[in-house]
């Protein structure tokens, strides 16, 4: 039969079927000495193409500037010219001379 050189467990039906990779001995129903095929040779590591990855920083660098700033004042003198009137008052005085027609005189 071409399964028996593999570990592999019945079903109820007496159907063989493979044992799944996790199982453990006492899962399988079976010890792993000389009752089961023994383990395969483990296989050569398999070197993958390289991989690069990329990690973008951040670097603030702080660049101090000096500004002269001179502030200039312009006083602007606005003169408001405001009149008041001082009034005077002058008086005069007239004087008349009434002459009566007298006989006496």
């Given at each position: 039969?071409?399964?028996?050189?593999?570990?592999c467990?019945?079903?109820?039906?007496?159907?063989?079927?493979?044992?799944?990779?996790?199982?453990?001995?006492?899962?399988?129903?079976?010890?792993?000495?000389?009752?089961?095929?023994?383990?395969?040779?483990?296989?050569?590591?398999?070197?993958?193409?390289?991989?690069?990855?990329?990690?973008?920083?951040?670097i603030?660098?702080?660049?101090?500037?000096?500004?002269?700033?001179?502030?200039?004042?312009?006083?602007?003198?606005?003169?408001?010219?405001?009149?008041?009137?001082?009034?005077?008052?002058t008086?005069?005085?007239?004087?008349?001379?009434?002459?009566?027609?007298?006989?006496?005189?």
């Open positions: 039969m071409l399964f028996n050189d593999r570990c467990d019945m079903n109820d039906k007496g159907m063989m079927m493979d044992a799944p990779a996790y199982a453990m001995p006492s899962d399988m129903g079976m010890n792993m000495g000389m009752d089961c095929c023994p383990m395969p040779a483990p296989c050569q590591p398999v070197v993958e193409c390289p991989q690069e990855r990329c990690c973008h920083r951040e603030v660098h702080e660049v101090p500037h000096i500004i002269p700033i001179n502030t200039r004042i312009i006083n602007h003198h606005v003169y408001r010219h405001t009149y008041t009137p001082r009034f005077t008052c008086e005069e005085n007239e004087v008349s001379n009434v002459y009566e027609r007298n006989c006496n005189y």
